[in-house]
């Protein structure tokens, strides 16, 4: 269409500015429903994403843990029967592992610096843990697997830890006991910010699993193997090949229960991020109940206004306006009118976001692609519902139209 259409519609639309933004306010309400109701779901997904990653590290990982089937109840404890070894046969045997790592771990250690005592999570770990979870350290360096072999009384730690016993001053190079042992602060982690209920993941020590085994902890199983995946996208795959792998070694057959559990960040977040609940599909049908009944009163309001505008269809059509023009003319202002509604909508969804993310805590963020798409439907359907009576409009003759004129 040309721009002299467009300009005759955006005239006739301020013309009857009332009307047009009765056509529009349904459309708008729409867009900020949907909008709003996204950008909510959006906003608890990467809320739980970010804490899972500050209590997990990086995603793309199984993990291996005692426990299973097996377990009698929630608070029996259980079995622990993973070790060295099996971590060792995961890494040889699966495919799509691209590193395996370690656990030990105390949550509550005793820890000493000077007259300074208290607890801490202390963890016994594999060289390779910081790089398997996209740690980054402040300062320092992680320990070797030199040093896990040669069971050095090195630690590395966490930030937190680090500035409530060293305060003012560098941890490196000064002595720290853990478990009643002495070590020497070799780095410190940069901050991970709290993992899920707001636990800190910044209240822990690493020091090398062989250490952690023969001298703090005195011994032999695992409390969680991590592993790294080749390919993230085949993780269902290689949990299922770890899992079978690791029944093998255990020598469980037929239906004998798992002594041990197989688990995916990803799968746990997707549970915990599950926020397409009864009140979020409700709202997004009110969002999409409103777009159609903004274009039904779109459509409305353009049939009524084909009955006042007689005399100016009539008008058009005698100074050699086609029925062409006239379909063009009236819906081009369905879709002008479907489009500002649209944007409009946008503009205050994203505002309310905003204010709603700061003013009140919420974790709320815009998910952009789905904006664009409401966008797009909310043009689309002002463009529908403003064909037909546009069509109407233009097959209407000139000798009705000036018969019924005013």
Not at 145 to 158: C, F, I, K, P, Y
Not at 252 to 265: C, H, I, K, N, W
Not at 288 to 296: E, K, N, V, W, Y
Not at 339 to 352: D, E, H, K, W
Request: net charge positive; proline share 4%; glycine share 10%.
């Amino acid at each position: 269409m040309s721009a002299s259409v467009w300009a005759l519609a955006g005239r006739n639309l301020r013309r009857h500015l009332a009307r047009s933004v009765l056509m529009g306010i349904g459309l708008m309400a729409g867009v900020v429903c949907i909008t709003l109701t996204e950008a909510t779901g959006e906003g608890a997904r990467r809320a739980v994403a970010q804490s899972f990653k500050a209590m997990i590290g990086a995603l793309d990982v199984l993990f291996v843990q005692p426990g299973g089937s097996a377990q009698r109840g929630m608070t029996t404890p259980a079995a622990n029967t993973l070790t060295a070894e099996d971590a060792a046969a995961i890494r040889q045997a699966v495919p799509n592992v691209q590193a395996v790592g370690a656990q030990q771990s105390d949550l509550g250690a005793a820890t000493e610096v000077g007259a300074k005592g208290g607890t801490t999570v202390l963890f016994g770990s594999t060289a390779n843990w910081a790089n398997i979870r996209g740690d980054s350290l402040a300062s320092g360096a992680f320990f070797s697997n030199e040093d896990d072999t040669a069971l050095a009384r090195v630690a590395v730690l966490g930030s937190d830890v680090a500035h409530d016993y060293f305060p003012g001053s560098s941890p490196l190079g000064q002595r720290i006991w853990l478990g009643g042992v002495e070590f020497e602060v070799v780095g410190v982690l940069a901050p991970n910010g709290a993992g899920p209920g707001g636990i800190s993941m910044d209240n822990l020590v690493y020091i090398p699993l062989e250490t952690a085994r023969r001298r703090v902890f005195n011994r032999d199983n695992l409390d969680l193997i991590s592993v790294k995946l080749a390919s993230p996208g085949a993780w269902s795959e290689t949990q299922t090949a770890v899992h079978g792998l690791v029944r093998q070694r255990h020598g469980l057959a037929g239906e004998q229960l798992d002594d041990f559990r197989v688990s995916s960040p990803r799968a746990m977040i997707a549970r915990v991020a599950n926020v397409d609940t009864t009140l979020r599909k409700a709202l997004l049908w009110v969002g999409a109940l409103a777009l159609l009944i903004g274009g039904a009163v779109i459509a409305n309001l353009m049939f009524a206004a084909t009955a006042s505008r007689r005399f100016e269809i009539a008008t058009r059509r005698a100074v050699g306006a086609t029925r062409a023009d006239i379909l063009r003319q009236f819906w081009a202002e369905a879709v002008i009118v479907a489009f500002a509604a649209a944007t409009l909508g946008t503009v205050l969804a994203v505002a309310a976001v905003q204010v709603g993310a700061r003013a009140m805590g919420m974790p709320l963020a815009v998910s952009w692609p789905v904006t664009a798409g409401v966008v797009v439907a909310t043009v689309v359907v002002g463009a529908m519902a403003g064909y037909i009576p546009a069509r109407r409009a233009a097959r209407l003759a000139p000798s009705e139209a000036l018969r019924t004129a005013p």
